[in-house]
């Protein structure tokens, strides 16, 4: 374990980047309230558009995602509703976006420094490259959880120095399940407002969702823990 020392030299080596990870949990929540507040008083703004309108408002969504902006649940619910299926690709590859865009900041406010401090220590360095190995899973878990927060997620695996193209399609491929899902409901339904407050009540939406959070905590506890046995191993095989 870190001693109080190294632990008071770690938080404040990282300050910047723990303020970055607090502010990309608490901000979604204010700006998505906000929103649903103005598509409450403008709710023909996203109706009928155009192709062109429709890059305009990906290229939108994948910045406010990266940002903490705009929750990836509230972007799909919303572009259910107004965009149709037409627009569901479009959505998937905004993820994909938000998440590069995300994963570039957050090395640019980091600079390494916090992998630079784990790797310090010789168990936590065997760690991160254990973990780094299983990237693929690791990500693809941390996307498919309805209750990991996306942008945070996205400072959080940018730190562990992921692979981009694999931290790219990974994200993708796990937001699949969810993104499907609110995009549907959101297709499903008929006012806009009553669906932000209750996008999922029948049991069914809530059996999925369980379903998922489950099969997230599983999956990422199995990743830490083979990853953890492999570093130990390696730390032991080298003293």
Do not use: C
């Not at 709710?43 to 429709?54: E, G, K, T, V």
């Not at 993820?95 to 420094?113: C, F, P, Q, V």
């Not at 959880?145 to 400072?155: G, I, K, Q, R, T």
């Amino acid at each position: 374990m870190l001693k109080l020392s190294m632990l008071r030299t770690f938080i404040r080596e990282n300050a910047s980047s723990f303020v970055s990870m607090l502010l990309l949990v608490a901000v979604p929540l204010v700006v998505s309230s906000t929103a649903a507040v103005f598509l409450y008083q403008y709710q023909d703004l996203l109706r009928d558009l155009s192709w062109p309108q429709m890059l305009l408002y990906f290229v939108v969504i994948s910045v406010t995602m990266s940002l903490a902006l705009t929750p990836t649940t509230f972007v799909a619910l919303v572009s259910g509703f107004y965009l149709g299926w037409p627009g569901f690709a479009g959505v998937v590859v905004s993820y994909g976006i938000a998440s590069l865009i995300g994963y570039t900041l957050a090395r640019l406010i980091d600079h390494g420094k916090m992998m630079n401090f784990l790797n310090r220590f010789e168990k936590t360095k065997y760690l991160m490259q254990e973990l780094r190995d299983q990237s693929w899973s690791l990500i693809f878990l941390t996307r498919i959880s309805p209750v990991l927060p996306f942008a945070l997620m996205n400072f959080v695996l940018s730190l562990l120095q992921v692979d981009k193209v694999r931290f790219f399609i990974a994200s993708m491929v796990g937001m699949l399940p969810r993104t499907l899902f609110f995009y549907w409901v959101g297709t499903q339904a008929s006012d806009v407002i009553k669906l932000l407050q209750d996008p999922g009540s029948n049991k069914g939406s809530q059996l999925l969702m369980i379903s998922l959070i489950i099969i997230s905590i599983g999956g990422l506890y199995f990743v830490f823990d083979q990853a953890l046995k492999k570093a130990l191993r390696k730390a032991t095989a080298k003293n």
